[in-house]
């Protein structure tokens, strides 16, 4: 096997084998072109590849959307699940109760984690449960033609042409992560890949739960009332043999960020964001009120503030207060998980 299209896997207590780069990619992204999506799972694969993730000690969890449809597309190797819609993160609970040898990787979009799925959310991170929670975060429900999630800026027009405006002020989820108890909070773009694949290698070797929020831009739909392109209008004109859409191929969204410095980056529907990655010296990551207030401050200057916002690497894991024995759940035997009546009747005697 040739060394360029390997990689060397390495765990502590075991000796390091060789896996075919072909081990970290995944099939062909069915989602659109120029989709912040696919930018995303590209730095995904090579923060894999850089810290020599074990497929085969490797789960990918996801719920329901675009962004759930991620696990296909990296680690062809691991195995993975599509929970319901929001329950990605109690999926992901028993998975890492059951295995703690695992490494679990849950993909969940705006919609799936700040709408349905908040509590979840915030449950997840108030037991710093062990997983890296990425947030493909487009402010959009991109899967069923864009209608606003809870992320979705205040008055920002509905990504469609003669679209209403967004009334509804939204989450900041990196903030509602610190509040809840996660012990490692970032943000990223989703096109700056200098930043995002070194958060990404970062929240890999993070013992709890490691928020990734990525801000990822959404291709425009070309579906509104009054368009003879729209949906509806071919539902009530045509008689199609199939379901088509059409979305206008885009190129992808990228740049390079300036530590310290603020960034207007233009999105495919012509809206603009600032971004501004934070600096070393300006901020303490393991000050949690001092994280906080950032994230307020930049919410007044019309900001995102991008890299690690947060970071409490002393705080035990979810499965670590459980006091569980050594041996994962899901490798003992029926007489360790079923004691007998005996072993029942002496815990009862205990209380």
């Given at each position: 096997m040739a060394a360029e299209a390997t990689v060397m896997v390495r765990e502590p207590g075991r000796e390091p084998f060789a896996l075919p780069v072909l081990a970290y990619q995944g099939s062909a992204s069915t989602l659109c072109k120029g989709c912040g999506h696919n930018s995303i799972t590209s730095a995904l694969i090579d923060a894999c590849k850089q810290v020599g993730l074990n497929p085969y000690r490797t789960v990918k969890i996801s719920g329901i959307g675009c962004s759930s449809k991620t696990p296909a597309y990296f680690l062809q190797y691991s195995h993975g699940f599509n929970s319901l819609h929001g329950r990605m993160?109690?999926?992901?609970?028993?998975?890492?109760?059951?295995?703690?040898?695992?490494?679990?990787?849950?993909?969940?979009?705006?919609?799936?984690?700040?709408?349905?799925?908040?509590?979840?959310?915030?449950?997840a991170c108030r037991r710093n449960v062990p997983i890296v929670y990425l947030v493909e975060n487009n402010g959009c429900y991109g899967l069923t033609k864009g209608q606003f999630s809870a992320t979705a800026d205040l008055n920002a027009p509905l990504r469609r042409p003669g679209g209403e405006t967004n009334p509804t002020p939204p989450f900041d989820l990196c903030l509602e992560a610190i509040a809840a108890g996660a012990t490692f909070v970032a943000r990223s773009f989703a096109g700056d890949r200098k930043q995002l694949v070194p958060l990404l290698?970062?929240?890999?070797?993070?013992?709890?739960?490691?928020?990734?929020?990525?801000?990822?831009p959404c291709v425009t739909f070309n579906d509104f009332v009054g368009s003879t392109k729209s949906w509806d209008w071919a539902k009530e004109h045509?008689?199609?043999?199939?379901?088509?859409?059409?979305?206008?191929?885009?190129?992808e969204i990228a740049i390079e960020q300036e530590p310290g410095q603020s960034?207007?980056?233009?999105?495919?529907?012509?809206?603009?964001i600032t971004l501004r990655a934070l600096h070393h010296e300006e901020h303490d990551v393991r000050d949690r009120a001092g994280a906080v207030r950032l994230l307020w401050e930049s919410h007044a200057n019309d900001e995102f503030v991008t890299g690690l916002i947060y970071a409490d690497p002393d705080r035990p894991d979810y499965v670590e207060q459980q006091h569980l024995v050594e041996t994962p759940l899901a490798f003992l035997d029926d007489a360790a998980l079923r004691p007998g009546p005996e072993v029942l009747s002496a815990l009862m005697d205990r209380f």
């Open positions: 993160p109690s999926v992901a609970t028993g998975a890492a109760l059951a295995n703690r040898w695992l490494t679990i990787l849950g993909i969940s979009g705006d919609g799936d984690t700040a709408n349905i799925g908040l509590g979840q959310f915030k449950h290698k970062a929240a890999l070797h993070h013992r709890g739960l490691a928020l990734l929020d990525i801000i990822s045509e008689e199609p043999l199939h379901e088509i859409g059409l979305i206008e191929r885009r190129e960034r207007q980056v233009t999105l495919h529907d012509g809206s603009i």
